[in-house]
């Protein structure tokens, strides 16, 4: 069965950085996209960041461009999403998403930014 679990999340003052990880499993990774989505209290959930089957197409969210690198490891089944810059709207429950015809989700990971 499809399997992802994110890391990496935590409190994080403004201007700050993390990397989220998504370790994936239950399916041929290296055969599709992969999106990094998140969700703040109240709102909808939203994409940020989208990467290709084979990692040379990347995507995203203009509140994150030029902050936010996502990448993969398809060695390893993973998929990455290196945040600079971070400001207080940033704040969310970080969510790893497939689609392969039907959409699977993690757990999501929480990034609190605040002073």
């Known amino acids: 069965q499809v399997q992802l679990v994110e890391s990496g999340g935590g409190l994080v003052q403004p201007g700050g950085s993390l990397r989220l990880s998504c370790a994936a499993s239950?399916?041929?990774?290296?055969?599709?996209?992969m999106r990094w989505y998140r969700q703040a209290a109240g709102k909808e959930r939203e994409l940020v960041a989208t990467i290709g089957s084979t990692g040379s197409s990347m995507n995203y969210a203009d509140s994150v461009k030029g902050r936010f690198t996502i990448s993969r490891d398809n060695n390893k089944n993973m998929v990455f999403l290196q945040m600079n810059g971070l400001k207080p709207e940033d704040t969310a429950l970080y969510y790893c998403?497939?689609?392969?015809?039907?959409?699977?989700w993690g757990q999501g990971t929480q990034v609190t930014v605040s002073s």
């Open positions: 239950g399916f041929t990774f290296s055969s599709y996209p």
């Open positions: 998403n497939v689609n392969r015809g039907v959409s699977y």
